[in-house]
């Protein structure tokens, strides 16, 4: 027997993805309210897991407009018409799990940073509310609400964000961890994902049907379930992208279609392995870093040394630096949703390519297989990229979550 899921928040699809591939579940329906996210997700449940429901399992539509996403929508000029998701689930077999995990963005640390109030009046750092009124409206077995580190230390208002989410989950009957910060923590690489990626996994649990303690069994699940499906080897950027076809740079950049190349592109079978087109400067720059580091010279190892190099270049002054080499030895540094506007932090560690990773190449550091597709502009496509839960970190949840709803709900 498959359990039902209730994807939130669904981005393109690595969370409900990494479930899929478990063969464990059944995906009645996804919510995501950006237009390609929605395509790609469809398109991807339609060609690789059969759905042919696909393109209304999944719904594209704000979930802040809570009751309107359950009971139906009528006309609106952005989303259209919906009988909304009672429509298409089943009282009799219900809900068994929700997952997802509001935009990460109001919680992250760099994000409080940048934003001179601290994110303290950002709407998304309420969004759970919208998450709590489908998990009190379908009342599953167990959710999954993943999210960044940063929210451990967010407090909008002067209030914890865990404090919020735990009392706001236990008025409907679920409890969490007491003890978020040393259980749901998560290393991605110790799952296969070859990126320094951490993340927060909260199990929600629903107190009146569960057969044991849920702080128990919530112990028993991130200390003994879990780690069960760790990865006996810790990928590297090499063990990810190193059999891609070479994209080098062009004598002079070229135009095609509507799009500029200052690299060779057309050269894979594999969908999105397309370069981004870079300023002679931008190439020069990725040669000489690369080179540095190939050679052993290691000039521009330090911070330092990397923001006087930005200063040299552009004549602009930052406080933080702005390139980064991955190395074929580690896993990558963090694939942000961020790489959509520039690769600076994400260059290619072979001087002959000089260029930032592909799309394809930051799917594959997200752990997504060669046969996920994804639609819309480039921009589109990093963004969706850089936002999803790493499929293969997604396949040891929902495995994880299988053995403990059927030890703790049998």
């Known amino acids: 027997m ?27 329906a996804c919510v995501e309210w950006e237009k390609e996210p929605c395509k790609t997700l469809a398109n991807r449940l339609k060609k690789k897991w059969n759905y042919e429901n696909a393109y209304e399992t999944v719904f594209h539509f704000d979930i802040q407009r809570t009751d309107e996403l359950i009971n139906g929508w009528r006309n609106d000029p952005v989303y259209g018409t919906s009988h909304g998701l009672k429509s298409i689930i089943d009282e009799n077999k219900g809900i068994d799990v929700v997952i997802g995990g509001p935009p990460c963005q109001a919680y992250s640390i760099a994000g409080r940073i940048r934003d001179e109030n601290g994110m303290n009046d950002d709407y998304r750092n309420f969004l759970f509310e919208s998450y709590l009124k489908v998990v009190d409206e379908f009342k599953p077995k167990v959710f999954i ?44 690489t110790k799952f296969g994902v070859p990126q320094a990626r951490k993340r927060m996994v909260i199990l929600g649990v629903n107190k009146k049907l569960i057969n044991e303690n849920p702080q128990i069994a919530l112990q028993d699940f991130y200390k003994f379930i879990f780690p069960k499906y760790q990865s006996k080897k810790v990928l590297t950027v090499k063990d990810a992208i190193d059999d891609l076809p070479k994209l080098h740079p062009l004598e002079e950049s070229i135009k095609v279609g509507k799009r500029n190349f200052s690299h060779t592109y057309d050269v ?51 406080n933080i630096h702005k390139y980064h080499v991955l190395k074929w030895n580690k896993p990558s540094n963090t694939i942000p949703a961020h790489l959509y506007k520039d690769g600076l932090r994400h260059i290619h560690p072979d001087p002959e390519q000089a260029r930032s990773i592909t799309v394809r190449e930051a799917a594959r550091l997200q752990s997504f297989d060669d046969d996920f597709e994804f639609l819309g502009s480039l921009t589109d496509q990093y963004k969706m990229v850089g936002n999803a839960v790493p499929p293969k970190f997604a396949k040891a949840i929902g495995l994880a979550l299988n053995d403990f709803i059927n030890k703790y709900y049998a």
Do not use: W
């Not at 990494?18 to 464990?24: K, M, N, R, S, Y």
């Not at 208002?157 to 679920?174: D, L, M, P």
């Open 145 to 188: 609400f993943e999210n960044v580190p940063g929210m451990l230390s967010a407090m909008p208002g002067g209030v914890s964000i865990v404090e919020r989410i735990t009392h706001a989950f236990a008025e409907k009957g679920y409890e969490i961890s007491n003890n978020l910060r040393e259980n749901a923590l998560i290393d991605c």
């Open 2 to 28: 498959k359990y039902n899921v209730i994807d939130l928040f669904a981005g393109c699809g690595g969370l409900s993805d990494g479930f899929e591939q478990t063969h464990l579940y059944e995906t009645l």
């Open 268 to 318: 894979c079978e594999i969908a999105n392995h397309e370069p981004r087109m870079h300023s002679r400067r931008d190439v020069e720059t990725f040669e000489l870093l690369t080179k540095d580091i190939q050679t052993g010279q290691n000039k521009f190892a330090s911070v330092e040394s990397l923001k006087d190099l930005y200063f040299e270049i552009t004549g602009k002054r930052s």
